[in-house]
């Protein structure tokens, strides 16, 4: 894989140069809660434009359905990178038509823009080759070289990770660079007890991320919207929590498996539970309450892990020698329901462990609850694709930018 100081040894002034980021940053209606993602892609983008490059950073934004929707804009995240660089960055309205060509061909030497989100479009992630080959056509037509720095994205078989770089002399910008790095130290030669904490919302994404950790990780910590699959799966009532009914029977075989093969599944012992889902905006209270996790009521969701649940779930990690975690352990994002969260941040920072934070949410958790990010050993900014890095799996950003 060629990386970006090769790009930058052999001169890059004057040259259009396209950086596949991941912008996929939290919003509150326009207003960015967590800017990890765009700081992350700074120093590859800094580097280029130093360089005298004429940078068009390119990124997804949500999952809208292949049409512009205005909620899924990358307005905001465009003028974050520009108060971030303290230079006027232009950001054309669409993303390979008549705004972003005029807004590419006015760029001077080292001046950056952005294009509207990928996803606008629906060659992006189209299943199919040529409709993908399409749209990855006309998004080369707007530069000369290609960077791939979205880490966040390099799982995803899309135009703009995987067909583009094939039409453009390619490299790894140094994000990917120290992302690859750091998830191979977990890979190649890992420390043991090796505990790997999962939650989140993705749970489809994830049950599959198990098949494969039951073979790798020494304890599977499970916390977030995965928990009630699990719980279903034993027979609990899960009241009207999250579940992936269709996932059940492989859930079933994995909790089989896990008890064969030795590894330990921890699931939680409690759970906190609301009437409903809370209101992320107004913050009003949540109304929660703490039940035994083979006792919620029906009518009550899952949106926490409960106390004794976060006291057994530090314990598991305290002796470990190496910890990756994604997903948060609940609804972090209101006070009544963070409270799983921040204890699996606190044990990570009280571990003697080598500790790996992956996941655009669980990084925002993170930061947002307050926590020093420079205490845990790495933050990725990639959620599914550090799991699928880590389940060995080839991923189509990185096979790209191979030779
Ligand atoms: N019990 C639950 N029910 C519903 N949602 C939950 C639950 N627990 C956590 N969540 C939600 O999960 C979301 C984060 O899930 P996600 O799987 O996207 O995390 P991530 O892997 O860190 O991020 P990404 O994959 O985007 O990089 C949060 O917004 C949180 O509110
Ligand atoms: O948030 C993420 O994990 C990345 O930005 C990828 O987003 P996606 O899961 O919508 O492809």
Known sequence: MKTIDELLSEGVAGKRVFVRADLNVPLDGTRITDDGRIRAVLPTVKALADAGARVVVASHLGRPKGAPDPAFSLAPAAARLGELLGSDVPFATDTVGESARTTVAGLSDGQVAVVENLRFNAGETSKDDAERGAFADRLAALADVYVGDGFGAVHRKHASVFDLPARLPHYAGHLIATEVGVLRKLTDDVKRPYAVVLGGAKVSDKLAVIDQLLGKADRLLIGGGMVFTFLKAKGHEIGSSLVQEDQLPVVREYIERAEK??????????????????????????????????????????????????????????????????????????????????????????SQAFTVVGGGDSAAAVRILGFDENAFGHISTGGGASLEYLEGKTLPGLAALED
């Open 261 to 350: 093969s030795g590894v330990e599944l921890v699931l939680p012992v409690d759970v906190v539970v609301a009437p409903e889902f809370p209101d992320l905006k107004t913050k009003a209270p949540g109304r929660p309450s703490t039940v035994a996790a083979d006792a919620m009521p029906a009518g009550q969701m899952g949106l926490d892990i409960g106390p004794e649940s976060r006291k057994l779930y530090a314990s598991k990690i305290a002796d470990a020698a190496t910890v990756f975690w994604n997903g948060p352990m609940g609804v972090f994002e209101h006070p009544d329901f963070a409270e799983g969260t921040k204890a699996v941040a606190q044990a990570l920072l009280d």
